[in-house]
């Protein structure tokens, strides 16, 4: 067989499993009559416990931003210009396209050069050029939503000490856009400013936390929500969420220090078998210089990858807990 069909079957292979998987992963009738009774139960119950847990579901459905389609090539564009406006940099997506192609573009180059197999090229090129910035784009995602999350408990207390002292909720609104620096500051100054061209504080709030996309901020969102709807202390409400969301903070530090272990053995047995075949390339290039010539062993290499591939994500889902 030559390399057309080897890779017609690979291809052919890999469909199969992904409708198998499709096909098996649908919604669950079990649950889906278990939040329709659920629903009935919250419409009908006289519990007072019952009747909140119903207004907070319904103020959370009601601010709940709507699913972003990603059928055109328009929505597309928008969810990745989304993405880079949340790593804080100034890039356009014209940047990031261009990015990718000069890199997989030299990358199939270099490949090209050492191996002289033009297939093999390209796949590792394609695999290069558009893995490598999407992985640089959610480094600086997670770092800049890292370091709003560590900030933001304290941006609450100071609007608890604005709110108690007398001061309106958009004058503090404003003075922690002045006073807490980093990705905090920057988010509520673009607040501050959306309120003073005409924006409801709701509306404001609740652009920013679609932006952002973090629960953190839409838990914030949610307790304004409430507090208009129900009355209350809103500072007291407030300084209870900053006391929520510091012991949700140590919670995750400390899954992160008991699954460090477990991530510290994913990455070595992830990244042994390229550590292993460049060593032997270093040391007999005429040995593995044949994965780049038979047809038969790039087949078996692509394989191989593509079950490391399905192994990597399966160890990544079992040391990721959600809180």
């Known amino acids: 067989m030559n ?4 890779l017609v079957l690979a291809f052919g292979a890999v469909l199969v499993l992904g409708m198998g998987l499709a096909a098996f992963s649908g919604p669950n009738p079990a649950k889906h009559g278990m939040r329709r009774l659920q629903a ?16 907070l579901k319904k103020a959370v459905a009601a601010r709940r931003p709507p699913p972003t389609k990603v059928a055109g090539s328009a929505s597309r564009t928008e969810a990745l210009a989304l993405r880079l406006h949340r790593t804080g940099m100034d890039w356009t997506v014209h940047q990031y396209v261009y990015a990718s192609l000069g890199l997989s573009t030299a990358i199939a180059f270099l490949v090209f050069m050492k191996s002289g197999a033009p297939v093999l090229s390209l796949f590792v090129g394609l695999i290069v050029g558009l893995g490598f910035p999407h992985m640089a ?3 600086c995602v997670n770092k800049r939503i890292a370091k709003f999350n560590a900030r933001f408990p304290d941006a609450i207390e100071l609007l608890v000490r604005g709110l108690r002292s007398g001061l309106p909720v958009t004058e503090t609104l404003g003075i922690v856009s002045s006073e807490v620096p980093g990705p905090v500051g920057e988010e509520f100054k673009l607040v501050s400013e959306r309120i003073k061209i005409g924006k409801t504080m709701e509306d404001a709030l ?7 996309g973090t629960p953190e901020f839409q838990f914030f969102c949610i307790t304004l929500a409430i507090q208009r709807e129900t009355g209350g202390n809103l500072a007291e409400t407030l300084s209870n969420l900053a006391d929520v969301l510091r012991k949700r903070a140590q919670m995750k530090l400390k899954i992160r220090a008991m699954s460090s272990e477990s991530k510290a053995s994913a990455y070595i047995v992830g990244a042994l078998p390229f550590v292993v075949f460049g060593l032997i390339w270093m040391v007999n290039p005429q040995y593995v210089q044949k994965f780049f010539i038979d047809e038969r062993l790039i087949v078996a290499g692509l394989f191989g990858l593509f079950w490391m591939s399905i192994g990597a994500l399966v160890m990544a889902k079992m040391v990721n807990f959600e809180i």
């Open 40 to 55: 009935v139960r919250f419409r009908h119950s006289e519990n007072e416990i019952d009747r909140v847990e119903a207004q």
């Open 3 to 6: 390399l057309t069909t080897l």
């Open 137 to 139: 784009v959610g480094y």
């Open 206 to 212: 609740q652009d920013t936390a679609n932006r952002l």
